[in-house]
């Protein structure tokens, strides 16, 4: 039976700007079973690379809860978050920056090994061997060993950069847009890599991109964001097969199928994207919205399951019931 | 309902003929020569543009694709840049061979380019109708008033109001601003608009809108455009002809349905098989192994070899020769010396075989 | 039918030619640079100078004699003697012990309280920012003669004091390029990398950010190296620095000041040294400034 192993409850984070509050992250609330993946689509501005980093207190969320494991990361005292850490990781989109450009290839994997003390009283040699272990696992040819990252592709950087969440041995890893970046040729490389690294070692991902052909494929289910709010939830073949929110129907039509013939109409949507500074308590994509009606002026429309594991917050497709 | 038309049957406006060659490469070869070394860019590549048609050019980093475009506009940074040879005719005069005077004629008026990032495309203290306007008035013998009436007329032509030509360029979104720049490419309703990556640093639904736009007017204005891009969904989009570069050469040349649906350069083959499909998710992605070429290093033969599923011994070595496949399609490919070969296709297999 | 190479393996590696580490790279630049090489010998020689000087007796160097007073500049006495009859050769031999060393102590520690002020001040922003900007920009609002006077009025006057005074007038200058520097370098994405894995903020800015944002530091220490000895021979000149009899370059200079019309000599030599060194600084700072940054950054 599948075991969660995350539970987001309504994270939200809010930024104090000279002209007003920015709604980042605004009531996210979703659940991972251990071994899956959770896409995260949507385009700038969502808010899912803040959301995923709330999750690792990488940026300290306003309010809400984060249960990993059983326990609330949000809670923890800064002891127990080092500890914590060990199981949760992060690889980034931008292998230019994610990787310290004064440190080798194995000072940037060995670092969280020593840093965490994952191996106590481990002597160099054994450092040394399981830094090799993880260039292996990932694809890291030897004799970069001690390479400089400015010395290598960004497919190889990339790789170090998995290498480097992978050090720690943890369950659960935030994929920040991790292949946008890339060549396509390369990207593939890669997709496929992660995908094996979470066979072997029964990883959880939460693959974080805008590009919804990439996250078709690699996640079981998928969350679409827009402005901070989860608009709609759902296993990723009914959301391609029935998308039901107004904005993952024009999401999805703006797809580009390489494909002679198959671009076809789009959903055009009105108007551009309204500001995330103070947003008033209504339909954030009311203002754009084709199939915009009376029941849309209602406040701002709840996440609610209207098939099996398929959730929608759009007041016309998924009206309130009264007695929630 | 399928496609059936054949991309390249634009109606063009009447006065002019439609088979006049707007765009002619040949053979262009160019290298940046730094201190120990020397990257070889672009080596050899020809194509040919006419009035209206838009050519897809696909390649990933270091393929060649934007030097090869600064080079129509002889923009090439000039150390360390050098044009080696070749020749480039913009609508029948040789770009290379023109004075500065000369070029600074053309550009912007008879051949125009977009950049990627619309972020730094614009000036940051001029109104984006100053911009448009700017344009006009270096081509065109007009006065302020008429070219700004221009750029109010381009602006609306792009899908922005004409009331904002006198806002700044802060005061507008990613894809407005690359609308914008492209209203300050067409202002002077060049014959070639060289497109680099237009819409890569924009959101896909902006993306989407924006390509519509550009191929409404480029309907509008019988523009032609390269388009060049490592997204093959864009050049379904957009593209009559595709050109495939890798390693500073262009290894298969054809109409759209010729590289999309038959397919035969191991590359190209191996650039669709990285694509997830849409269609089926659980499909696996099947990525060309290995890194892309030392353009300082590169072979006398095959550059794409070290990678390539089907290489053999002579590959390396031997000079390549462009095959005829049809007569509008053509590959770089020493396989194709032998009778019969064709490449065999991952997925699908829509071969002609 | 040929082999497929598995993904990490490629074309092969053609980067096996020269693989220099950064260092390697930095002193190839420095080599090239014949500004930089020109500051590099000057230094070296001065050292040497240095060195020799510490055989030098003090009691050599303070002897009066009033046979030798105003002697012109012969084999034995190549800098002429001054209106003591000491030996100016050997007095400013020896005196290079002063001002280098207090030209080097003193950047030293306009370097190191500066960048600590710095990053903190670039790393945290807000209130930690306001103060220290704040207080680094009234430290460097007061011109540095005046407050190097006033710091060896309040001290008293000695060779540490003298250091201490130079040295905090050179603080406003790091904190400014090294706040400037981790502004850029904390926002990159390996230093959240580094939270990532539970480094504290501190650890981050000293392991992580600061060798990072090394290049402009290294530039800047050279050329207030320069400078720290022209401030500390400028206040003993005015009678703060140093006290007499020592005879660091500055003293020197204010000491044979009177005597410039008939023998220049006592006032030239040194001043001549102050500028030499001071040269040597500015040229190998220009050539580091040069072989650090263009050239690391492709």
């Given at each position: 039976m599948a075991e969660k192993i995350l539970e987001v409850k309504n994270l939200k984070k809010y930024f104090k700007t000279g002209a007003g509050t920015v709604?980042?992250?605004?009531g996210v609330s979703f659940t991972i079973d251990k071994g899956e993946t959770l896409g995260i689509v949507g385009e700038s501005g969502c808010g899912k690379s803040t959301a995923g980093r709330c999750i690792l207190r990488l940026i300290e969320p306003t309010s809400g809860e984060v249960i990993f494991n059983g326990r609330n990361?949000?809670?923890?005292?800064r002891r127990e978050l080092k500890k914590a850490r060990n199981d949760m990781q992060i690889i980034f989109q931008d292998p230019y920056s994610s990787?310290?450009?004064?440190?080798t290839v194995q000072e940037i994997i060995a670092e969280p090994i020593k840093f965490s003390?994952?191996?106590?009283?481990?002597s160099k040699a054994d450092i040394e061997k399981r830094t090799r272990e993880l260039m292996d696992t990932v694809g890291l040819?030897?004799?970069?060993?001690?390479?400089?990252?400015?010395?290598?592709d960004g497919g190889r950087r990339q790789r170090i950069g998995i290498a480097r969440a992978l050090a720690m041995e943890p369950k659960f890893i935030v994929c920040?847009?991790?292949?946008?970046?890339?060549?396509v040729s390369i990207q593939a490389q890669i997709l496929n890599l992660l995908k094996k690294l979470q066979r072997d070692k029964d990883l959880t991902y939460i693959f974080i991109t805008h590009d919804l052909s990439v996250v078709n494929h690699f996640s079981e289910n998928i969350m679409v964001m827009y402005l901070g709010q989860a608009v709609e939830k759902a296993p990723a073949e009914e959301l391609f097969a029935n998308p039901l929110h107004p904005y993952t129907k024009a999401l999805l039509s703006a797809i580009l199928v390489?494909?002679?013939?198959?671009?076809?109409a789009r959903v055009q949507l009105r108007g551009e994207i309204t500001s995330p500074?103070?947003?008033?308590?209504?339909?954030?994509f009311a203002k754009r919205?084709?199939?915009?009606?009376?029941?849309?002026?209602?406040?701002t429309p709840p996440l609610i399951e209207?098939?099996?594991?398929h959730f929608v917050a759009c007041h016309r497709v998924a009206p309130q019931k009264t007695a929630d | 309902m399928s496609d059936v038309i054949t991309r390249h049957e634009i109606v063009a406006?009447?006065?002019?003929?439609?088979?006049?060659?707007?765009l002619d490469i040949k053979d262009l070869v160019v290298h940046y020569v730094l201190e120990n070394e020397t990257v070889e860019a672009v080596n050899g590549v020809s194509l040919q543009l006419k009035k209206g048609q838009t050519i897809g050019v696909v390649g990933e980093t270091g393929a060649g694709k934007t030097s090869m475009a600064l080079a129509v506009l002889?923009?090439?940074?000039?150390p360390p840049g050098v044009i080696k040879s070749g020749s480039i005719s913009v609508c029948g005069s040789d770009v290379l061979k023109m004075s500065t005077k000369q070029l600074e004629k053309i550009r912007g008026k008879d051949v125009s380019m977009i950049f990627q990032d619309p972020m730094t495309s614009l000036?940051?203290?001029?109104t984006v109708g100053a911009q448009i306007a700017e344009s006009v008035k270096y081509h065109e013998n007009v006065t302020n008033d008429e070219a700004f009436k221009r750029a109010e007329e381009m602006l609306e032509l792009v899908?922005?109001?004409?009331?904002?030509?006198?806002?700044?360029?802060?005061?507008?979104s990613g894809g407005m601003k690359q609308r914008v720049v492209i209203a300050i490419a067409l202002a002077c309703n060049p014959k070639v608009l060289l497109a680099d990556?237009?819409?890569?640093?924009?959101d896909v639904t902006i993306q989407a809108q924006v390509l519509d736009m550009m191929s409404e007017l480029k309907e509008k204005l019988g523009t032609a455009l390269v388009m060049i891009t490592h997204d093959l969904g864009v050049v379904a989009k957009v593209c009559d002809l595709v050109a495939v570069m890798y390693a500073g050469r262009i290894v298969e040349y054809g109409t759209l349905e010729d590289v999309f649906n038959s397919p035969k350069h191991p590359y190209t083959e191996g650039l669709f098989g990285s694509l997830p499909n849409i269609e089926d998710r659980k499909a696996e992605l099947i990525p060309i192994p290995g890194l892309m070429p030392d353009p300082t290093k590169l072979?006398?033969?095959?550059?794409f070899e070290p990678r390539c599923?089907?290489?053999?011994?002579v590959c390396r070595d031997k000079r390549l020769n462009n095959h005829i496949v049809s007569d509008t399609h053509t590959v770089l490919c020493?396989?194709?010396?032998?009778?019969?070969f064709n490449i065999d296709l991952l997925r699908g297999g829509e071969n002609n075989g | 039918m040929s082999k497929i190479p598995n993904?990490?393996?490629?074309?092969?590696?053609?980067?096996?030619?020269k693989k220099r580490s950064r260092f390697g790279e930095i002193v190839h630049s420095i080599k090239r640079n014949k500004s930089a090489v020109a500051g590099l010998i000057i230094i070296a020689l001065l050292l040497l100078i240095l060195i020799g000087s510490l055989f030098i007796k003090y009691e050599a160097v303070t002897a009066t004699s009033t046979a030798n007073r105003?002697?012109?500049?012969?084999?034995?006495f190549p800098f002429g003697g001054d209106n003591m009859g000491r030996n100016v050769f050997l007095r400013t031999i020896y005196g290079s012990r002063y001002s280098l060393s207090i030209g080097f102590l003193a950047a030293a520690i306009s370097t190191v309280l500066g960048v600590f002020l710095g990053s903190l001040a670039g790393y945290y922003g807000g209130l930690v920012d306001d103060i220290i900007m704040r207080a680094s920009d009234v430290l460097a609002s007061i011109p540095g003669m005046l407050l190097g006077m006033v710091i060896i009025t309040v001290l008293g006057q000695s060779l540490q004091n003298l250091i201490i005074a130079v040295g905090v007038t050179g603080v406003p200058i790091f904190v400014r390029i090294t706040r400037a520097s981790v502004l850029t370098i904390k926002n990159q994405e390996y230093v959240e990398a580094s939270r990532a894995i539970g480094m504290s903020h501190l650890r981050v800015i000293f392991t992580q950010v600061l060798p990072n944002g090394l290049s402009p530091i290294i530039v800047t220490f050279t050329s207030s190296l320069g400078l720290s000895i022209i401030v500390a021979a400028s206040l003993s000149f005015l009678?703060?620095?140093?006290?007499?009899?020592?005879?660091?370059w500055g003293t020197l200079v204010s000491a044979g000041r009177n005597y410039i019309r008939t023998s220049p000599n006592l006032m030239s030599f040194p001043g001549l040294f102050i500028m030499i060194t001071v040269l040597a600084f500015n040229l190998l700072g220009d050539g580091l400034r040069d072989a650090l940054d263009p050239k690391l950054k492709k």
């Open positions: 709604h980042a992250v605004d990361i949000l809670k923890l005292n990787l310290n450009p004064r440190k003390k994952i191996m106590p009283g481990a040819a030897e004799r970069l060993y001690n390479a400089y990252p400015h010395e290598l920040d847009e991790p292949v946008s970046a890339l060549d390489p494909k002679v013939g198959a671009n076809k500074v103070d947003p008033p308590d209504e339909c954030r919205c084709n199939y915009y009606c009376s029941d849309c002026d209602k406040g209207v098939s099996p594991n | 406006p009447p006065e002019t003929a439609n088979d006049e060659i707007v002889n923009l090439v940074p000039s000036n940051p203290v001029m899908g922005i109001p004409k009331a904002r030509a006198i806002e700044y360029p802060h005061q507008f990556e237009p819409t890569s640093a924009l072979p006398v033969g095959c550059a599923r089907y290489a053999t011994s020493a396989r194709y010396d032998e009778p019969g | 993904a990490s393996e490629t074309v092969p590696e053609a980067k096996q030619q105003f002697r012109t500049p012969d084999l034995e009678g703060f620095g140093v006290p007499v009899p020592k005879p660091e």
